[in-house]
């Protein structure tokens, strides 16, 4: 998608989602984009075990045990190989599906005591629930999330960037930046080089013509133009029909050479007319 911001800070996936969608909330009232998200998002369910060593300790089971025991019955690892007819097969020591699909079949399992008594593994454990991110997204090495979207015509990308750059410095913390991704950094990139781009091309171009013209004058006079047709290329900018992007900015730099050629035609007629004795308006 065009629109790619990123919302970064050190402050715990947590936070960083919550001003995510408060930076979400107030980009759908702004009504400058078609549509809006974000990446990140808390909808992965987890089961957490934790062992009541106190007790393991009374029973006399110890931490290795519980370890193995959950390791054979949940876990994938792979002990060995066997072969029949000349194809060979893994040996995965595992509980069948049905008895480790839900939370409940681990009360099934039993651990070995000290006394050499099977007890029920939910009596020295206990589970925990909770939500996990869907991702563990990074920007910089900070935790992020990026919002992405598509900018409402006329709007330009450049006005949705600035939108949620001024919006995120007003929300957020200050641990919170700003970063750009994907089309959003590569226009932010070219925004930043198209002044001095611009300003060397003209340069350039003055440069080339005194070379030419062997006169530091006559340059000025060809350049004059070029003002004038830049005004009429900007203002479908300025208005929001079109977007600055590589294209136009391309296109710019292709009018400037286009008016330049113009002006030197008329120039260099207007010397040869004057070397002949023709008054210096009339030859223009």
Do not use: C, W
């Not at 062992?51 to 045990?65: F, H, N, P, T, V």
């Amino acid at each position: 998608l065009p629109l790619a911001f990123v919302v970064a800070s050190t402050a715990p996936q947590e936070e960083v989602y919550r001003v995510g969608e408060e930076l979400l909330q107030r980009a759908r009232e702004s009504g400058l984009f078609i549509f809006v998200n974000q990446t990140l998002d808390f909808n992965r369910p987890e089961v957490e075990v934790r062992i009541d060593r106190e007790r393991a300790a009374r029973l006399g089971i110890a931490m290795r045990d519980i370890g193995q025991t959950l390791a054979v019955m949940l876990g994938e690892a792979e002990v060995n190989r066997f072969s029949v007819d000349d194809r060979s097969y893994k040996v995965i020591p595992q509980a069948g599906r049905d008895f480790r699909l839900t939370e409940e079949e681990l009360e099934k399992y039993y651990l070995r005591t000290a006394s050499d008594e099977l007890v029920p593994l939910s009596s020295v454990i206990r589970l925990e629930h909770r939500v996990q991110p869907n991702q563990l997204s990074q920007y910089q090495q900070l935790n992020s999330t990026t919002i992405q979207g598509l900018v409402m015509p006329p709007n330009t990308l450049g006005t949705g960037l600035a939108l949620l750059e001024e919006t995120l410095a007003e929300i957020a913390p200050p641990s919170f930046r700003a970063g750009y991704t994907g089309e959003s950094r590569r226009f932010m990139q070219e925004s930043g080089s198209f002044p001095v781009l611009f300003g060397l091309s003209l340069i350039l171009i003055f440069l080339v013509l005194a070379a030419q013209f062997n006169s530091f004058r006559d340059p000025l006079v060809v350049l004059v133009a070029v003002p004038l047709s830049i005004f009429g290329a900007v203002v479908p900018i300025a208005i929001g029909v079109v977007t600055l992007n590589i294209y136009t900015q391309i296109g710019l730099l292709t009018l400037i050479g286009l008016i330049s050629k113009h002006g030197i035609l008329i120039v260099e007629f207007a010397n040869q007319l004057t070397a002949r004795g023709t008054d210096r308006r009339a030859a223009v």
